[in-house]
T-cell receptor
Framework: GEDVEQSLFLSVREGDSSVINCTYT??????LYWYKQEPGAGLQLLTY?????DMKQDQRLTVLLNKKDKHLSLRIADTQTGDSAIYFC???????????FGSGTRLSIRP | GAGVSQSPSNKVTEKGKDVELRCDPI?????LYWYRQSLGQGLEFLIY????????KSGLPSDRFSAERTGGSVSTLTIQRTQQEDSAVYLC??????????????FGNGTRLTVT
């Protein structure tokens, strides 16, 4: 079946690293994405990774993909208050262009 | 340029009434997606369009829900005989090329629907 799972909440101290985890079910996924949703706003693409890659780094963001375990993670280095948001993991299936989203992880930053 | 525009931004309706939600995608984007976000829930896929056709309608919750797209541009999501469980934020997104991972979804700010 189609399922993308994430933990609902994460709290980190300002300046620490945040790691948001995601598991998915479709082994034929082609692309996996991380989106960010700030309060009252739509979703914005943060980064994506192609399924034949293990890692992608973009400034403070590092995406790790374990295809064997169908596990995706997003690491945010030096977390700032502006990083407070809901982070969604999403996958695109190879058999179709449907993109399925997880439930989102709410990241809160404490001083 | 302009992003994805959705209207209205907020809609309050009485149970049993019909509602129409509108999405104006980014000009030239061929793919258009509708999602529903309920309070505390993730994004629930509803339907997507490639041009004016909808290859996948599997996410529409019931036959009270329908969507169309005309001229490869504007899309309308219609909910007939609304129920309280239809209350949610309805998000529209568009993409320049279907099936291309590096053509991300661009989301609108959504329509918040409240059924009383």
């Amino acid at each position: 079946g189609e399922d993308v799972e994430q933990s609902l909440f994460l709290s980190v101290r300002e300046g620490d690293s945040s790691v948001i985890n995601c598991t998915y079910t479709d082994s034929s996924s082609t692309y996996l994405y991380w989106y960010k949703q700030e309060p009252g706003a739509g979703l914005q693409l943060l980064t994506y990774i192609f399924s034949n890659m293990d890692m992608k780094q973009d400034q403070r963001l590092t995406v790790l993909l374990n295809k064997k375990d169908k596990h995706l993670s997003l690491r945010i280095a030096d977390t700032q208050t502006g990083d407070s948001a809901i982070y969604f993991c999403a996958e695109r299936y190879s058999s179709a262009s449907k993109i399925i989203f997880g439930s989102g992880t709410r990241l809160s930053i404490r001083p | 340029g302009a992003g994805v525009s959705q209207s209205p931004s907020n809609k309050v309706t009485e149970k049993g009434k019909d509602v129409e939600l509108r999405c104006d995608p980014i000009s030239g984007h061929t793919a258009l997606y509708w999602y529903r976000q309920s309070l505390g829930q993730g994004l629930e896929f509803l339907i997507y369009f490639q041009g004016n056709s909808a290859p996948d309608k599997s996410g529409l919750p019931s036959d009270r829900f329908s969507a169309e797209r005309t001229g490869g541009s504007v899309s309308t999501l219609t909910i007939q005989r609304t129920q309280q469980e239809d209350s949610a934020v309805y998000l529209c997104a568009s993409s320049s090329r279907l099936g291309q991972g590096n053509s991300p979804l661009h989301f609108g700010n959504g329509t918040r629907l409240t059924v009383t």
